[in-house]
Antibody, heavy 120, light 110 residues
C-alpha cells in the first residue's frame, strides 16, 4: 500500500528546534518531489517548501528561509523537515505530501500529519 | 491574509449543485494552473482536481474544475452529505516562487 508515514507528535519549547520525518512505503523516495505543508489549529494550509529527494535540491517559502531545512536519507527512504527557533505560532500540524508530477502541484499522497506544539 | 481568495463558507442541500470560487492575480492563477483539495474533518487534505480540470483516479465526476483569467471554480454536482468538508484551491505564484493556497471554504450540506 502506497502511503507516507510521519513521525509522532512533538512538544517543544520556544527557541528550540523540531525535526519531523516522513517515510514513504510502496514507492521509492527519490522518484518524486516531497513538499511540506503546515496547518495551524483552525486555520488553512500553508506551503513551506519542497525537496527533490533525488538531488537534494530544495526550495523554501520565503517566510521560512533561514529557519527551515529539508533533507533526506535515501538509504532509509526517509525525508525530513527541521524547523528551528520555534515560536508559539509554529504550533501546527505538519504534513509531508508527494508531488506526482514536478511543477504541477498535484500533491496526490499525504502523510497523516505531525502535531508540533510549541509551549513553554 | 491568503494570496488566493475563497469564500469562507458555502452550503447546499443534497442533490444541489454548489460552486466554490477562487480568485487570484496575474502572478498566480493568471499564469499557472489551479489545483483543488478536499479536507474532511480531522484528516489530511486529498487531491480533488489538478491542472484546472483533471480528476485523479477515484474522484467522482460530480467534482469538476474550471479556470478563467485570474479566477477558478470548483463545482460539486449532486451534493452528498459526505461532501461536507473544507475545500482549498492552490496555484504556483511566480514572483513568490512558491505554492499558495486559498484560505479555504467550509462546505455545509444542509
Amino acid at each position: 500500500q502506497v502511503q507516507l508515514a510521519q513521525s509522532g507528535a512533538e512538544v517543544e519549547k520556544p527557541g528550540a528546534s523540531v525535526k519531523v520525518s516522513c517515510r514513504p512505503s510502496g514507492y521509492t523516495l527519490t522518484g518524486y518531489y516531497m513538499h511540506w505543508v503546515r496547518q495551524a489549529p483552525g486555520q488553512g494550509l500553508e506551503w513551506m517548501g519542497w525537496i527533490n529527494p533525488d538531488s537534494g535540491a530544495t526550495n523554501y517559502a520565503q517566510k521560512f528561509q533561514g529557519r527551515v531545512t529539508m533533507t533526506r536519507d535515501t538509504s532509509i527512504n526517509t525525508a525530513y523537515m527541521e524547523l528551528s527557533r520555534l515560536r508559539s505560532d509554529d504550533t501546527a500540524v505538519y504534513y509531508c505530501a508527494r508531488e506526482f508530477n514536478s511543477g504541477v502541484g498535484n500533491f496526490d499522497l499525504w502523510g497523516r500529519g505531525t502535531l508540533v506544539t510549541v509551549s513553554s | 491574509q491568503s494570496v488566493l481568495t475563497q469564500p469562507p463558507s458555502a452550503s447546499g442541500t443534497p442533490g444541489q449543485r454548489v460552486t466554490i470560487s477562487c480568485s487570484g492575480s496575474s502572478s498566480n492563477i493568471g499564469s499557472n494552473t489551479v489545483n483543488w483539495f478536499q479536507q474532511l474533518p480531522g484528516t489530511a487534505p486529498k487531491l480533488l482536481i489538478y491542472t484546472n480540470i483533471q480528476r485523479p483516479s477515484g474522484v467522482p465526476d460530480r467534482f469538476s474544475g474550471s479556470k478563467s483569467g485570474t479566477s477558478a471554480s470548483l463545482v460539486i454536482s449532486g451534493l452528498q452529505s459526505e461532501d461536507e468538508a473544507h475545500y482549498y484551491c492552490a496555484s504556483w505564484h511566480d514572483s513568490l516562487n512558491a505554492w499558495v493556497f486559498g484560505g479555504g471554504t467550509k462546505l455545509t450540506v444542509l
